[in-house]
Protein backbone atom coordinates (compact mmCIF):
# COMPACT_ATOMS: atom_id res chain seq x y z
CA UNK A 1 0.00 0.00 0.00
CA UNK A 2 1.19 3.25 -1.12
CA UNK A 3 1.39 6.04 1.16
CA UNK A 4 2.79 9.57 1.36
CA UNK A 5 3.31 11.91 4.19
CA UNK A 6 3.95 15.18 4.11
CA UNK A 7 5.24 17.85 6.93
CA UNK A 8 7.08 20.75 6.94
CA UNK A 9 4.58 23.44 6.49
CA UNK A 10 3.43 26.11 8.84
CA UNK A 11 2.91 29.84 9.11
CA UNK A 12 6.08 31.94 7.61
CA UNK A 13 5.88 35.94 6.79
CA UNK A 14 6.31 37.03 3.13
CA UNK A 15 9.77 36.92 2.17
CA UNK A 16 10.66 34.27 4.24
CA UNK A 17 11.22 29.97 3.80
CA UNK A 18 9.91 26.36 4.65
CA UNK A 19 11.06 23.17 3.69
CA UNK A 20 8.54 20.62 3.01
CA UNK A 21 8.75 16.92 2.99
CA UNK A 22 7.00 14.28 1.85
CA UNK A 23 7.88 10.13 2.36
CA UNK A 24 6.68 8.38 0.27
CA UNK A 25 6.55 4.11 0.98
CA UNK A 26 4.79 0.73 0.25
CA UNK A 27 6.12 0.82 -3.17
CA UNK A 28 9.95 1.00 -5.41
CA UNK A 29 9.34 4.61 -6.85
CA UNK A 30 12.26 4.12 -9.52
CA UNK A 31 9.35 4.02 -12.07
CA UNK A 32 7.23 6.89 -10.88
CA UNK A 33 7.30 10.80 -10.88
CA UNK A 34 6.51 12.82 -7.36
CA UNK A 35 4.77 16.12 -7.93
CA UNK A 36 3.65 19.00 -5.45
CA UNK A 37 0.24 20.75 -6.01
CA UNK A 38 -1.44 23.06 -4.08
CA UNK A 39 -4.90 24.35 -3.19
CA UNK A 40 -5.96 27.78 -1.95
CA UNK A 41 -9.25 28.18 -0.57
CA UNK A 42 -11.99 28.51 -3.07
CA UNK A 43 -9.82 27.84 -5.94
CA UNK A 44 -9.10 24.93 -7.57
CA UNK A 45 -5.91 22.44 -7.43
CA UNK A 46 -2.98 23.11 -9.20
CA UNK A 47 0.25 21.87 -9.85
CA UNK A 48 3.51 23.50 -8.49
CA UNK A 49 6.36 21.41 -9.68
CA UNK A 50 7.60 17.26 -10.78
CA UNK A 51 9.84 15.50 -10.27
CA UNK A 52 11.09 12.16 -12.56
CA UNK A 53 12.17 9.92 -9.68
CA UNK A 54 14.84 8.30 -11.86
CA UNK A 55 16.65 10.77 -13.65
CA UNK A 56 15.90 13.73 -11.85
CA UNK A 57 14.35 15.75 -14.28
CA UNK A 58 12.04 18.58 -13.26
CA UNK A 59 8.92 20.59 -14.23
CA UNK A 60 8.06 23.91 -12.44
CA UNK A 61 4.78 26.06 -12.81
CA UNK A 62 6.15 29.63 -14.20
CA UNK A 63 4.89 31.43 -11.02
CA UNK A 64 7.43 29.61 -8.39
CA UNK A 65 10.42 29.61 -10.59
CA UNK A 66 13.61 30.34 -9.16
CA UNK A 67 11.87 30.61 -5.48
CA UNK A 68 11.07 26.44 -5.32
CA UNK A 69 12.95 23.76 -5.41
CA UNK A 70 12.35 20.22 -5.51
CA UNK A 71 14.57 17.16 -4.71
CA UNK A 72 15.02 13.81 -3.93
CA UNK A 73 16.44 11.67 -1.61
CA UNK A 74 17.13 8.05 -2.40
CA UNK A 75 17.93 6.28 0.19
CA UNK A 76 15.36 7.99 2.47
CA UNK A 77 12.04 7.75 -0.41
CA UNK A 78 11.51 11.42 0.01
CA UNK A 79 10.91 14.26 -1.80
CA UNK A 80 11.47 17.89 -0.83
CA UNK A 81 10.26 21.03 -1.62
CA UNK A 82 12.38 23.96 -0.60
CA UNK A 83 10.07 26.93 -0.72
CA UNK A 84 12.06 30.79 -0.46
CA UNK A 85 10.77 34.12 -0.99
CA UNK A 86 7.63 32.97 -0.11
CA UNK A 87 4.33 35.88 -0.60
CA UNK A 88 1.03 35.74 0.17
CA UNK A 89 -0.18 34.26 -2.85
CA UNK A 90 2.20 30.78 -2.16
CA UNK A 91 -0.67 30.23 1.00
CA UNK A 92 -2.14 27.30 0.56
CA UNK A 93 -2.41 23.50 1.33
CA UNK A 94 0.70 21.53 -0.06
CA UNK A 95 -0.10 18.11 -1.59
CA UNK A 96 2.18 15.71 -2.87
CA UNK A 97 1.15 13.13 -5.43
CA UNK A 98 2.54 10.19 -7.16
CA UNK A 99 2.00 9.27 -10.51
CA UNK A 100 3.35 5.21 -12.02
CA UNK A 101 4.96 6.93 -15.11
CA UNK A 102 8.62 8.51 -16.06
CA UNK A 103 6.94 11.35 -17.73
CA UNK A 104 5.88 14.57 -15.52
CA UNK A 105 2.55 16.10 -16.50
CA UNK A 106 0.32 18.79 -14.51
CA UNK A 107 -3.04 17.61 -14.63
CA UNK A 108 -4.10 16.48 -11.11
CA UNK A 109 -5.79 13.31 -11.88
CA UNK A 110 -2.95 12.08 -13.93
CA UNK A 111 -1.57 10.85 -10.56
CA UNK A 112 -2.17 7.74 -8.54
CA UNK A 113 -1.71 8.37 -4.92
CA UNK A 114 -2.01 11.47 -3.15
CA UNK A 115 -0.92 12.59 0.65
CA UNK A 116 -2.95 14.41 3.13
CA UNK A 117 -1.45 17.91 2.67
CA UNK A 118 -0.12 20.59 4.95
CA UNK A 119 -0.81 24.24 5.68
CA UNK A 120 1.61 26.84 4.25
CA UNK A 121 0.22 30.03 5.16
CA UNK A 122 2.04 33.34 4.42
CA UNK A 123 1.44 36.44 5.99
CA UNK A 124 2.14 39.76 4.31
Known amino acids: QVQLVESGGGLVQAGGSLRLSCAAS????????MGWFRQAPGKEREFVVGICWSDGGTNYVDSVKGRFTISRDNAKNTVYLQMNDLKPEDTAIYYCAARSSLSIVRLSTAYDYWGQGTQVTVSS
Open 26 to 33: GRTFSRYT
